[in-house]
């Protein structure tokens, strides 16, 4: 009985030693699944973090290469990069913009790309960033309508030699193509003021003056609401309405902008391929977009020039937007810090 006794306690001790090497065994396998899982999503979660930031740089190189109005920059960091050196030019403009910092409180500043619709750039991304509406006389109006009446109310026929900047396109195809510029004006400019979420906005902004087509477009608008403002001022002239501003009869004294058609050809043509907007032309752009248009011209620095009003003649209720210039061609964005 002692050996039937003891035969079965071995065999059932083989049995558990024999159950427990397999699972042992499965224990083991499974373990090992688990450690070269986790190792494995380790590497895929490693490899895809890498992925996503090369993407994400990728796009913000891209991004940066191709927006128009870069992001915001130290004042004195920027000046102290442009100008090096101990020349009278150079110690000048250091002042100037140390002159901007202390006393205006202006910290940062947007740079601007340097091509011929530079100050329209600048003036038409701090409206939109800002969120200033239309102009009360463009409330009034339909915009997209101005090419039509231009051509056959007031019989401009010579519109059809207007010029598209770099594009330098005339032709009768003028008025189709006008017509959508001044779509992409209305259809941006509302949209973006619209925007009340300061961030929102902003991308907007980014996204837009990224996209060098629709950019063309709105600046073309604007020169095109430029012609439209100096015909209706010409009129009024020759009809002898009521008064003009003063800015008018500066512009149409010049012997190259006498008349309309001369404005055109000898100025508004060559705005973005060849010239940019000169001093006579910035009291217009604020005039008919009804922003004070303060410039601080530091080239001019320690003269009564060194800071200007575009127009010299506005309103209180007109909104300000400022630019910042070092030789009347090229402009930037000054931010205002407190």
């Not at 973090?49 to 004042?75: C, F, G, H, M, P």
């Not at 102290?80 to 202006?106: C, D, N, P």
């Amino acid at each position: 009985g002692r050996y039937e006794v003891r035969s079965w306690t071995a065999a059932a001790k083989q049995s558990l030693c024999l159950m427990w090497q397999k699972v042992n065994v499965q224990l083991m396998l499974s373990m090992s699944f688990l450690v070269a899982v986790c190792w494995y999503c380790r590497r895929l979660y490693s490899f895809l973090a890498q992925l996503l930031k090369r993407w994400s740089n990728y796009l913000q190189r891209k991004l940066i290469r191709n927006l128009s109005v870069l992001t915001e920059v130290d004042l004195l960091g920027y000046s102290a990069r442009e100008w090096k050196g101990e020349t009278k030019q150079v110690k000048h403009m250091r002042e100037a913009y140390e002159e901007l910092f202390w006393s205006y409180h202006i910290k940062y500043l947007r740079q601007v790309r340097k091509d011929n619709y530079c100050v329209l750039r600048a003036v038409l991304f701090q409206i939109f960033s800002q969120g200033i509406p239309f102009p009360s006389w463009m409330k009034e109006r339909d915009i997209l309508k101005l090419p039509e009446k231009l051509l056959y109310s007031q019989g401009c026929n010579w519109i059809q030699q207007y010029s598209f900047g770099p594009e330098r396109y005339t032709g009768p195809n003028v008025f189709g193509k006008l017509r959508k510029c001044m779509e992409t004006l209305k259809t941006n400019w509302t949209e973006i003021s619209a925007t009340k979420d300061q961030e929102e906005r902003g991308n907007l902004c980014n996204t837009l003056f990224s996209d060098e087509s629709k950019e063309h477009k709105l600046y073309e608008a604007i020169k095109f609401i430029m012609l439209y403002e100096v015909v209706e001022a010409y009129e009024q002239i020759k009809n002898r309405e009521e008064p003009i501003p003063n800015l008018f009869n500066l512009l149409l004294a010049r012997d190259s902008s006498s008349d309309p058609l001369s404005f055109m050809m000898n100025h508004l043509n060559a705005i973005g391929d060849s010239m940019c907007l000169d001093q006579v032309e910035l009291f217009l752009l604020g005039y008919l977009l009804e922003v004070k248009i303060r410039v601080f011209r530091l080239h001019k620095f320690n003269t009564e020039e060194f800071q200007v009003n575009y127009p010299d003649e506005y309103r209180r209720e007109w909104n300000e937007i400022s630019l910042l210039t070092e030789d009347d061609r090229y402009y930037h964005i000054p931010l205002f810090r407190t």
